[in-house]
């Protein structure tokens, strides 16, 4: 209930006329018909009883006093009415349109502290699943691959104690130790997806490389790599999602573009990172083509990723086939790692 009283109160407030301006036009208003009067009556009574020596209530002097000395001030009454009406009207509507300016100035600050907000999350929210596939790389590269190689070895010892007319037992022992070299080879491949050693100890471009001699070569896609500017390691953050929208990038390239060649040209100025990403392929479809609303989880993810560094991922035909994929990350003013 005292929420209520409140607003009605501000909504008063914000119709009431400013005082002083309010009063000086009600003065106004009264006092310059009864100014004319009074002039209007000195007039007529100079001009007919002191100049024309008439009586004082004779027709003319009457008839010239009622007209000009009350017609014409409640003319002017009227208008000055009408002005003050106005005026205030005025006023209400600009006390509104002001109240209206300061709420959506204040749900504007409140939208964009939110907007803040969800950014840092967001960040936040890809670092800890960064950390989380490091730790996981680290546990399957430590604690899984040490159990797999020391499998192999003592099956290997095992195979070289065997007398050799034991060739049965020789065969079992044989595909035992493929099967524990296939599952040291998924392993190594299940840690370089999860976090490449690659981007941790060498870098971004040297990761990218990887990646295009693990996924896009053994796809029977051609591949260039052009890196102009880039000299130094950048931010962890910053290598990490750009990486990941890369690998994005390679995914739905393998996946649908049925492409042959691949371009990936990053450059750097100082100021700001530029990755793109081309190929040869079938192209992006109309349904996804400046519709971001119906772009798949991947293409969002990349989006995202690139939004909490404060940049952007800009999708669109290439020219005269293919898809072309715009990262663009600024340096200055990225997030802090």
């Known amino acids: 209930m005292s929420t209520i009283k409140k607003k009605n109160l501000s909504l008063h407030q914000v119709h ?23 002039i209007v009556f000195v007039y007529e009574t100079g001009e007919h009883i ?22 014409g001030p409640t003319a002017v009454w009227i208008v000055l009415w009408w002005i003050r009406k106005q005026w205030i009207a005025h006023e209400r509507d600009k006390q509104v349109l002001q109240h209206t300016y300061e709420q959506l100035a204040r749900s504007q600050a409140h939208l964009n502290i939110l907007h803040t907000q ?6 936040r929210l890809m670092t800890v699943q960064e950390e989380e596939r490091r730790y996981l790389a680290r546990e399957l590269h430590d604690e899984l691959g040490q159990l797999l190689t020391g499998l192999d070895l003592n099956l290997k010892l095992c195979q070289n104690a065997l007398p050799e007319d034991l060739h049965t037992a020789l065969q079992y022992l044989t595909q035992a130790r493929q099967l524990v070299q296939n ?17 941790d100890d060498l870098g971004l471009v040297s990761a990218i490389q990887d990646e295009i001699r693990a996924r896009l070569q053994p796809g029977g896609l051609k591949a260039s790599l052009h890196v102009e500017g880039l000299k130094e390691r950048l931010q962890p953050s910053q290598e990490i999602a750009v990486f990941r929208i890369v690998q994005e990038a390679f995914t739905n390239i393998l996946r ?11 450059r750097e100025d100082g100021k700001q990172l530029e990755v793109l990403i081309e190929d040869d392929g079938i192209g992006i479809p109309n349904t996804l083509e400046g519709n971001p609303q119906k772009r798949t989880f991947g293409l969002l993810g990349m989006k995202e990723r690139a939004e909490a560094l404060n940049g952007r991922v800009e999708l669109h035909r290439r020219q005269p086939k293919g898809t072309c994929v715009k990262i663009l990350i600024p340096l200055e003013s990225s997030s802090n790692d």
Do not use: C
């Not at 009431?16 to 009074?38: N, S």
């Not at 002191?50 to 007209?67: G, H, M, Q, V």
């Open 50 to 71: 002191i100049s024309k020596r008439e009586i004082p209530l004779s027709s003319n002097f009457l008839a010239e006093t009622i007209f000009f000395g009350i017609m």
């Open 183 to 199: 599952s040291i080879e998924q392993s190594h491949q299940l840690v370089s997806q999860l976090r490449p050693t690659a981007l």
């Open 118 to 123: 969800r950014g840092e999350l967001l960040n």
């Open 16 to 38: 009431k006329p400013k005082f002083d301006v309010y009063h000086q036009l009600v003065i106004v208003q009264w006092a310059l018909p009864l100014i004319l009067v009074l």
């Open 256 to 266: 649908h573009a049925h492409a042959q060649h691949v371009w990936i040209n990053i």
